[in-house]
């Protein structure tokens, strides 16, 4: 069973900001900037091109509804995109806001306290809701 599994089965906290019945959205504990955010099939698959293609589309879309969202409630010149997978054999889309270049490298990190991050996760589950 994945961390993300456990995650999705209420085992583990996170800062929740979307979710519907086969996906959810939370933000990454280790961000690589402010609102960096995690979209994750609930139904646990390793690679994203194992996914079958109705999932892998409807992951895009709740990935696109999540970053319209996120957009809005973090300062950044546009979200990016990545799909690696190598840290947790469960499919996951990393949504990050941008400022520049250097927020897409995974070597670079953020601190937040937790306050920021439940700030920064209430708004956007707000946007996401309505």
Do not use: W
Request: net charge negative; charged share 30%; aromatic share 8%.
């Amino acid at each position: 069973m994945s961390v993300f599994t456990k995650i999705i089965n209420g085992e583990i906290p996170c800062y929740k900001v979307a979710e519907n019945e086969d996906f959810i959205a939370f933000l990454d504990i280790n961000p690589n900037a402010p609102g960096h955010t995690l979209c994750v099939p609930k139904k646990e698959v390793n690679k994203i091109f194992d996914l079958d293609s109705e999932t892998y589309f409807d992951l895009m879309d709740f990935s696109r509804e999540v970053a319209l969202a996120l957009r809005e409630e973090v300062t950044c010149l546009r979200i990016g995109m990545s799909v690696i997978g190598l840290e947790v054999p469960h499919v996951h889309v990393h949504l990050i806001p941008l400022r520049d270049m250097e927020d897409m490298r995974f070597s670079n990190k953020v601190s937040l306290t937790d306050e920021e991050m439940q700030d920064i996760a209430t708004r956007v589950k707000e946007r996401f809701d309505h």
